[in-house]
């Protein structure tokens, strides 16, 4: 069965979808179209909108939170079980994984695509980097090989050498201060503090 909508906005899509899921007791699943002009430029937001309408009610497909389905890994933990690019083909190739409640979904490969694009971008990893660069880079070197702009601030590569890079969860808990004067005090959440130090794990020079 082929679900063909071209409603303009998302609500009025996931509504539909709603309903149709609802009348639609079949075990595969034809992803619901996201059809609007904005989404079919934007690959993460296509990507985004697919996987609220089609994946959400069972996976968490934010950046934090729990799943709805309890035995759903959040979108942003699947890097932990598979490398990213398996999951477009995995998709395609209805291969989602078998004694479980998770269906199969008819989908075309730029659907899949768009949705692996944005469940790439909910990894701590690549969520981290975004973040250290918004907020940290205008002092701190942030990548393999850039420069620290400001000449007392470390490059972030470098910071395990002065301790476990962990032990920044702890230091940096309730907000991320280190008393230089140059150094503005950031107020974050758990999750977000949690994922820079994702991302700077992954960039330590021994
Ligand atoms: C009805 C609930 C449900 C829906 C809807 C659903 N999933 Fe799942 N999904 C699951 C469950 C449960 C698991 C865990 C399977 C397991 O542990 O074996 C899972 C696992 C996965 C995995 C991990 C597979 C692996 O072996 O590493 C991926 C990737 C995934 N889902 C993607 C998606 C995407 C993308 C969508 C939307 C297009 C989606 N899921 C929709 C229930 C669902
Ligand atoms: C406006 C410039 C500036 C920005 C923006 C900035 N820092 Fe800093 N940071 C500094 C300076 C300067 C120091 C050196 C402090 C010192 O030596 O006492 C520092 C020190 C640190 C240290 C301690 C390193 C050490 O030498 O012990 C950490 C960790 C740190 N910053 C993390 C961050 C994080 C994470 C961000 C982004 C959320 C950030 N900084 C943003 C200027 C900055």
Redesign the pocket.
Known sequence: MSIWMRFGGVIRVGVVALISLYFMALPELD?VMAQNTQLDVDELLHGEA??KT??G???NIGLDGDSA?K???PFRK?GE??AIET?AP??VNKE??E?????R?T?TAIQAMD?AEW?YWVQPVAHGKRLVKEYCARCHAVELDDESKHSAAAPFRYLAKLYPVAFLEEAFAERIETGHPDMPVFEVRISQLRDMIAYIETIQKP
């Open positions: 992803v697919l996987a089609n994946c009610r069972c996976h389905n035995n759903a890994p699947l079980r598979r999951i995995m998709l989602s994984p004694h479980t409640d998770m269906p979904f989908i949705i469940i």
